[in-house]
Structures are given as C-alpha cells and as structure tokens.
C-alpha cells in the first residue's frame, strides 16, 4: 500500500472544529463547510509567532524568580519573599515536600516547557528529519502539561499564603508574580501556535523522493 497523507489525497482539516473535507483551491479563504473558519494547510506563521512567544516568555522568565512574588508587611517590618526564597524557607523549616513541589511547578515545569518548545521550533524551522515521533511525543508531553499550567500560579499563590501564615501579617503580590503569570499564559498560547504537522513535513517530502542511483565506480 502506497504512502499518503490527507494533503496527498486532497483533504483539509478546520482548526477550529476538527473537520475534514476536500481541499478546493480558490481565491482567497477556503471556509470550513461546519463552522465557517477559515481553513489552512498549515498555521499561519506557526513558528515566527512561537519563536515571539517563547522569547517574551523567556525574557519574563528572569524576573519572574528575581523579583519578589510576595511582599509581607507586619509589626516588625516589611519583607519580600522570592519564588525560591520560598522553597528555601520550606525546605529549611521541614516542609522538604512542598519545597519539592514548589520548586518543581514553579521553577523545573517552566524551564523544560521553554526548552522543549525551543527545541520543536529549532528543529522544524530547519527541517530536521531528527527522531519525529519522539519529537511529537514531547509536544503532546508539552501540551498535556499546558493543560496544568495555572497549577504553578497556584503553587506561587499557596506559597504566598504559606510563608507567613503563622504571623500577623498583610502579604501582597509582588511583580514577579505578575511576571510568573505572563510566563505560563506566553507558553500555553505559543504551545497553541505551534504545528505539530511541521516536524513530519520534511519527513513525507523525503519519503516521495525519487530513489538516487549512484553510478557504478569504474573497475580497475
């Protein structure tokens, strides 16, 4: 049975509702025939716009654990509290468990979805053939961990309540906590930016390649 894809065959599917019918080729828009979307063979400047996002949320990423999440004001004065200020301080005080989690969710989680995503675009932008279905992999990893990404904003929320919940005191959200929050909602819309379908582009165009035949050396 011979190799093809939906494209091969002439097929298109809405991004919007998932719907697949033939490929007409017009002037302008091809509208999906259920919802009325404008439909695409590929998203639209998927990796220009990922790139943006992620280097936004990079960029995001150094004040988000430089600056305070949380700033304490009580009777003995004011203090700010970084995201890892707040897993030294559980780990310190006993709560090794929620300095685990605190660290992981809020530090570990966004570094990897960042790097992953780098990764996926790198590698699709230059039309890498490189292990696809383990890429593909990461990107389903990436996008069921984007599905728990205002976890690591709750986890920043609870170690603001946590920290300093034995005094008396009044904690407001620092700026790094605004930052952490622009760093999950940049990396959730730049995994939705992404097409996944660019890391097997280059391995369908190198699968309906004519075989090359080399020439046969001259005996001596």
């Known amino acids: 049975?011979?190799?093809?894809?939906?494209?091969?065959?002439?097929?298109?599917?809405?991004?919007?509702?998932?719907?697949?019918q033939p490929h007409v080729r017009a002037h302008g828009h091809v509208r999906c025939a259920r919802c009325g979307s404008p439909m695409h063979e590929?998203?639209?400047?998927?990796?220009?716009?990922?790139?943006?996002?992620?280097i936004a949320a990079a960029l995001l990423y150094i004040p988000a654990n430089l600056l305070p999440v949380m700033h304490t004001t009580s009777l003995v004065g004011d203090e700010d509290d970084t995201i890892m200020s707040g897993v030294v301080y559980?780990?310190?005080s006993g709560d090794w468990p929620l300095a685990v989690i605190v660290f992981i969710a809020s530090i570990l989680v966004p570094m990897?979805?960042?790097?992953?995503?780098?990764?996926?675009?790198?590698?699709?932008?230059r039309g890498s053939t490189w292990r696809p279905v383990e890429r593909t992999k990461l990107y389903r990893l990436v996008e069921f961990i984007g599905r728990w990404s205002m976890l690591d904003v709750f986890v920043v929320t609870?170690?603001?309540?946590?920290?300093?919940?034995?005094?008396?005191?009044?904690?407001?959200?620092?700026?790094g906590a605004?930052?952490?929050?622009?760093?999950?909602?940049?990396?959730?819309?730049?995994?939705?930016?992404?097409?996944?379908?660019?890391?097997?582009?280059?391995?369908d165009?190198?699968?309906?390649?004519?075989?090359?035949?080399?020439?046969?050396?001259p005996h001596e």
Not at 42 to 54: E, G, H, K, V, Y
Not at 181 to 194: C, E, H, P, R
Not at 205 to 217: F, N, R, S
């Open 1 to 20: 049975m011979k190799y093809q894809t939906a494209s091969d065959a002439g097929y298109i599917s809405c991004h919007a509702c998932g719907h697949v």
């Open 42 to 54: 590929r998203n639209p400047d998927s990796i220009m716009r990922t790139w943006a996002l992620l």
């Open 90 to 92: 559980f780990w310190t």
């Open 112 to 125: 990897l979805k960042l790097s992953v995503l780098a990764l996926l675009a790198f590698t699709s932008q």
């Open 158 to 175: 609870l170690t603001v309540a946590l920290v300093r919940f034995q005094s008396l005191a009044v904690i407001t959200a620092g700026p």
């Open 178 to 203: 605004i930052a952490f929050g622009s760093v999950v909602i940049l990396t959730m819309i730049a995994s939705m930016q992404f097409d996944p379908r660019l890391i097997w582009d280059p391995v």
């Open 205 to 217: 165009e190198d699968k309906h390649k004519p075989a090359q035949h080399t020439q046969d050396q």
